[in-house]
């Protein structure tokens, strides 16, 4: 599960650099309205630092950082199928990123509540 969660943690960072870097870009992928570009940048360097939160969290067994990195994704999952229903995202690659953003935080939760013994 570690490996499973280090792989949405490294997606998650280079995402949101991507999304820090060229928010417009990302906006035409999930169909968005470009006035929001400058908030779109900056959701994704927040982005950036949960997905570093979740590697080292993971890493390192920070518990809170795993849990905290959760509820970001689940978050932006709910926060993304939301902006489909009042039509500020459009089409599959929207309910595709909402969708593994539900995903994964329901696997980090999994892993939150059944840590590994070491």
Known sequence: ?????????AVTVLSGIVQVVAPGWILSLVEGNAAASYAFGIVGFFMAL?????????????????????????????AVFIGV?????H?????AVASFDGVSAILIF?????????
Do not use: E, H, N
């Not at 949960?50 to 709910?78: D, E, T, Y």
């Open 85 to 89: 229903y009042r039509g500020v995202f």
């Open 50 to 78: 949960f997905g570093g939160l979740l590697w080292q969290s993971v890493g390192s067994g920070i518990r809170a950082g795993i849990f905290w990195s959760g509820l970001q994704k689940a978050g932006a999952s709910a």
């Open 110 to 118: 999994v892993y939150y509540a059944f840590p590994r013994s070491t």
């Open 1 to 9: 599960m570690s490996v499973i969660l280090r792989f949405i943690a």
């Open 91 to 95: 089409g599959p690659v929207a309910y």
